[in-house]
């Protein structure tokens, strides 16, 4: 294992510390937790953002962090959810008292352990409303999920949900909106190479040098295909295909598009595949209304990337516009 880490076993609480040291007018830490929350939390008359996942996904979830965004993202260990004690700590630290929203991504272990930690800040009174996310068209089930998968698709449901919160919106408000771009997200990704978790000190799977795997999640769960390494325009054109046919688009429709790193793909070839993505969403009618590229839900060192398509209105438009100051989403 080739990793520049001094502990395997203290990687995330290492991680932490840095980032806060890089970040230190932006963000803090909250004391004995993995919680990394806005530096003005909580912020008075806002509705507060929280959101989770295993660490090794990296800019999410600390990049997100910031005004127009998340108030507070809580790292689990390594491909792990953290513990509900932990999401718990982040609950209270961002309620003003106008509520606090969950954004999850629909892996067993967060759903479980963030609607424990919601139960137990009802117990004290703070009002509490989630989403999950599920964007992931590539399988149903997995080794990691009941029902489809959350991935690359979540980072819009930050954007959104938390430019709704920003603008003052109601938890209520900002539910609804957050419900629609789950609705109307979808997503597909696929390796080149495998990670290593750290701690495991081998590669979570094996792929053949001219190998690569079509629907592999996020934390390197089996996709749905593996096969020959083919040409970036054939393999834009499978992942595009197979999440348009996910979903309800009509000729003149908007997108947003998302072509998203994996963590170990260069931004050359993030760009070769946007050129062929875009180019089939014209050629069928759809319009693009903005594109991301970059590394935005990564697997650690995994080359591969992932295609997410968000159908967009007024409305979901208007709320990417709006400002945002997390770290890793600035604009």
Not at 87 to 93: G, L, M, R, T, W
Not at 161 to 175: D, H, R, T
Not at 240 to 247: E, N, S, W, Y
Not at 269 to 275: A, C, G, H, T, W
């Amino acid at each position: 294992m080739k990793k520049i880490v001094n502990d395997p076993e203290l990687v995330v609480e290492e991680m932490l510390q840095g980032f806060v040291a890089a970040h230190p007018n932006d963000v803090k830490q909250l004391p004995n937790t993995t919680v990394i929350a806005r530096k003005d939390a909580p912020v008075s008359n806002k509705v507060g953002l929280v959101s989770d996942g295993g660490s090794g996904h990296e800019p999410a979830h600390a990049g997100y962090v910031g005004e127009g965004m998340l108030d507070a993202a809580v790292a689990g260990e390594v491909f792990t959810s953290p513990t509900p004690d932990q999401v718990f700590e982040a609950i209270k630290a961002v309620d003003s008292g106008q509520g606090v929203f969950l954004v999850i991504k629909n892996y067993t272990g967060d759903v479980m352990n963030f609607e424990m930690a919601k139960e137990m800040a009802e117990a004290e009174g703070i009002r509490v409303q989630q989403v999950v996310v599920n964007d992931d068209v590539a399988v149903e089930d997995s080794s990691f999920t009941t029902g489809r998968r959350g991935i690359a698709g979540t980072v819009f449901v930050h954007k959104i949900a938390g430019a709704k919160a920003a603008q003052g919106g109601s938890l209520e408000e900002v539910k609804a909106v957050a419900d629609k771009v789950v609705a109307n997200v979808r997503s597909i990704g696929m390796a080149l190479t495998p990670c290593t978790v750290p701690a495991a000190g081998k590669p979570s799977f094996v792929l053949e040098d001219k190998e690569m795997e079509l629907g592999i999640g996020i934390h390197g769960e089996p996709g749905i295909e593996r096969k020959a390494i083919t040409t970036a325009d054939q393999l834009a054109t499978e992942l595009t295909q197979k999440v348009l046919d996910d979903m309800n688009l009509s000729s003149g429709d908007e997108v947003a598009v998302m072509i998203n790193g994996l963590g170990a793909t260069p931004e050359m070839e993030l760009y070769i595949v946007n050129r062929k993505v875009s180019e089939i969403l014209s050629d069928k009618g759809f319009k693009v209304y903005e594109t991301f590229v970059g590394n935005y839900m990564t697997s650690l060192e995994m080359a591969g990337c992932s295609v997410t398509l968000l159908k967009v209105d007024q409305e979901l438009k208007d709320l990417l516009e709006v400002q945002s100051k997390a770290l890793a989403f600035r604009r």
